[in-house]
């Protein structure tokens, strides 16, 4: 009932507006061809009994539905850098397939996803990490134990599988140290930059599953980013983990509102079209602060650069921390505000935020606190110089990196554990920790055993 008349509506307004100005620019032409070539159609036979998962999957993804099918995703060109004939339905052929599929193969028919995803502070997530020294010594150096055989095992099992890494291909062949990984922000060989399974696993390509909690949490967790957990914490989870799998998921973009789900899931908020906002895969739109760094600053630096910065100048340069909406941090708000109005009043809404913010501010001040001893220190030679054994370094890197998120992140989420217990309470000891170790080596000029 409720989504017809959403139906009804999304039609009706399309006409007027079409009957009024005459203006059919946005109209698309959509040619869906049902049958298969006889090629198409042997990659499905064969696969069905060699690797059934996939056809399975396929067969019930709107893709199978439409036809787009095995060949149209994996089929390159003989001259691409990911060309290979490792199947021996192609094998000496003038067929070459990549087993790699990369955001340029679904940008030929999802053009707005992929340019929204590049703009979007997902899009950095593994040049940011190959762009500094500081995180390849922590890989390969503190955390590998220096370089031997085992180097590339905690980018590989860790960091990678979040964050991507750059794909090496050889002859058809991924290197085993570069995939499969999920990795959000990985770098092709074909010069795109992203990974679409990572919220829409393979095969099904499911939009229903990138709109639930759990199409985030597989990274989005842990001590320093717990915002799943944030979420359980707050009364949307409670709500979601009480009634959340009745809900209805299917629904077009900008068609999904309020009524088909009770509470926001992490993309209603983040992503999802819902009242007058427009869906969009760019996740830092609507975000009003960086919350990640060592002190929060608002977001007003436009889109993120990486990706085009890395095509132009093919290295890696660092991200840009205060990407957000191009309009800047006033017009995020406005926008995460326009969320909340589809269900609660102006009054709830304004109150929420100004007491979010405000921790936000409080933690800013213990921030400078911290990082000026620190900084302090420092220059004074008076840090260890193996870091990681230092005190004060680990508690200011703690501070900030896990306690600190979990105190702002958990604030404007509404996550009361993680605002307090697991936030501000143990930052107050944190400072402690530090002002005394800094009294001490201020006044004796030496850093203690
Ligand atoms: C919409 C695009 C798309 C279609 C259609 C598609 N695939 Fe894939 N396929 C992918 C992506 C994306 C991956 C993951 C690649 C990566 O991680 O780089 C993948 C992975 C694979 C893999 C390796 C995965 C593994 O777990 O071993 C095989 C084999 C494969 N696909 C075969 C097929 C077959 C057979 C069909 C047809 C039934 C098919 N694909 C249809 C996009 C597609
Ligand atoms: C006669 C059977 C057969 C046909 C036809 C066939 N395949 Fe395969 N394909 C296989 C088998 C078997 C494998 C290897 C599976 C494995 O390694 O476990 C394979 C592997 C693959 C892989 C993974 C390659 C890699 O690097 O591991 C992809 C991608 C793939 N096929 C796609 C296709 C596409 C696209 C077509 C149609 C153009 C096709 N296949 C036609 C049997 C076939
Ligand atoms: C040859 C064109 C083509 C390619 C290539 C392609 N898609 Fe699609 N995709 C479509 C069409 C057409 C639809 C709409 C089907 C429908 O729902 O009627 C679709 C639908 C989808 C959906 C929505 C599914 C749902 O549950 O409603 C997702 C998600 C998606 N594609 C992701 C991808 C990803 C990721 C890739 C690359 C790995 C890709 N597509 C490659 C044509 C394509
Ligand atoms: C479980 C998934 C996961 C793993 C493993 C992981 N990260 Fe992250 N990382 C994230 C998420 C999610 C964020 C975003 C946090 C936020 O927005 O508050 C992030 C943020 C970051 C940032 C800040 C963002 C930026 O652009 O500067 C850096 C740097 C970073 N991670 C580096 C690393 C390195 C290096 C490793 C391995 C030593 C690693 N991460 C391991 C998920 C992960
Ligand atoms: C961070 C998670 C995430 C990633 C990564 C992601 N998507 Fe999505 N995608 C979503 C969500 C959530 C929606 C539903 C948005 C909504 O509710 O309006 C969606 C919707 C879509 C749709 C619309 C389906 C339809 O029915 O019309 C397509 C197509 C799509 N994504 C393609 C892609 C492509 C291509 C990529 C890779 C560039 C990608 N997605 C990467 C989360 C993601
Ligand atoms: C495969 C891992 C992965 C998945 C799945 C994932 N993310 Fe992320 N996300 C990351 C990483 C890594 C970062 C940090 C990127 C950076 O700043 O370098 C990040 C950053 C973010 C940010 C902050 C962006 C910024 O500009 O600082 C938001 C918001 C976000 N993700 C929301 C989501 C939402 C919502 C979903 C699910 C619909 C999701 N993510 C799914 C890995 C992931
Ligand atoms: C009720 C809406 C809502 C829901 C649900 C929600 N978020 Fe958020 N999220 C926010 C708001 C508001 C902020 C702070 C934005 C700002 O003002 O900077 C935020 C911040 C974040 C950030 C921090 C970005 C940074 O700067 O470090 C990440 C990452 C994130 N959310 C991911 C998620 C994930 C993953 C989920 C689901 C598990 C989720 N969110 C659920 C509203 C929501
Ligand atoms: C789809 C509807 C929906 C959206 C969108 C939504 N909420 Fe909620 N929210 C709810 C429901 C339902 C409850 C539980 C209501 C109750 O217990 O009175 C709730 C509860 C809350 C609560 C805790 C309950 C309380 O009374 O203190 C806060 C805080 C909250 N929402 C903030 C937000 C903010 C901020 C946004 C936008 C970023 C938002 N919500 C978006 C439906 C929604």
Sequence with gaps: MFKKIILVMLVTSGLLFAAKVGDVTGTKTLKV????TKLAASCVQCHAKKTPGQVNE?????????????????????????????????????TYISVVVTPK??????????????QSGHARAAIQIKSKAGMQALMHKVEAMGDHKFINSPEATGCMQCHGTVVKVKNGVPDPATWPNIGIGN????????????????????????????????????????DKEIYNNSQHG?????????WNYTA?????????????????????????????????????????APISKLRNGGYETAVPNYLKKGKFTKGNPLAGNPKGS?????QMKLVCKSCHVKTFTNNFFIMADQH??????????????????????????????????????????????????????????????????????????????????????????
């Excluded at 006033?330 to 406005?334: D, K, L, P, S, V």
């Design 58 to 94: 396929w067969r019930k993804s709107r893709h199978g539905h439409v036809g787009v099918s095995c060949l149209d995703c994996h089929v390159v060109k003989k001259d691409s850098p990911l060309a290979g004939q490792n199947c021996p339905g192609v094998k000496g052929t003038n």
């Design 360 to 449: 936000v501010g409080l933690y800013n001040v213990y921030a400078k606190e911290a990082k000026k001893m620190f900084d302090t220190l420092k220059k004074r030679g008076l840090i260890k110089k193996d870091k990681w054994s230092d005190t004060v370094f680990k508690t200011w890197y703690h501070l900030w990196h896990h306690e600190g998120r979990r105190m702002r992140q958990g604030a404007l989420m509404g996550g009361s554990d993680f605002a307090h217990w697991n936030g501000v309470f143990v930052l107050q000891q944190d400072i402690r920790v530090i002002r005394t170790i800094y009294n001490k080596r201020m006044k004796s000029g030496k850093i203690e055993d």
């Design 238 to 246: 409670h709500i979601f983990n009480s009634e959340g799998s009745t």
């Design 330 to 334: 006033a017009a995020a708000r406005a």
């Design 252 to 292: 077009a973009p900008d068609a999904w509102e309020a009524g088909d789900y009770r509470a926001p899931t992490c993309a209603v908020c983040h992503m999802s079209g819902i009242g007058s906002l427009k869906s969009t895969h760019n996740v830092s739109l609507r975000l009003k602060w960086n919350l990640w």
């Design 105 to 118: 193969t679904c940008k030929r028919c999802h053009p707005n996803e992929v340019k929204q995803f590049d």
């Design 33 to 36: 061809d049902m049958n298969m």
């Design 187 to 226: 770098v092709y060989p074909d010069g795109s930059v992203g990974n679409c399974i990572s919220c829409h696993s393979g095969h099904l390509f499911s939009i229903a599953e990138s709109r639930k909690p759990t199409a985030c949490a597989s990274c989005h967790l842990g001590p320093d980013h717990p």
